[in-house]
């Protein structure tokens, strides 16, 4: 296999690194809540996933400070 005759520079390594970019995840509005979800995954503060329900959301009850 070939090698290069030459080390690549930095600014030639950078300039092809140019295109790598994260992107920012495609949200989408819930059917039930309207909260920002991530697309096809089901709504972590309602648990509703196409508009019907999938997991039943339990809620804690909070303990009073003067009790007992």
């Known amino acids: 296999m070939p090698l290069p005759k030459r080390q690549h520079s930095v ?8 295109h790598w970019k ?3 995840a495609g949200l989408s509005a819930c059917s039930n809540c309207k ?4 697309s096809h995954r ?7 996933y196409g508009g019907k329900p999938v997991v039943v959301k339990v809620v804690k009850e909070k303990k009073d400070k003067k009790q007992g």
């Open 11 to 18: 600014q030639r390594g950078r300039k092809r690194r140019t």
């Open 22 to 24: 994260a992107r920012i």
């Open 35 to 38: 909260k920002p979800v991530l």
């Open 42 to 48: 089901v709504c972590p503060f309602c648990g509703y």
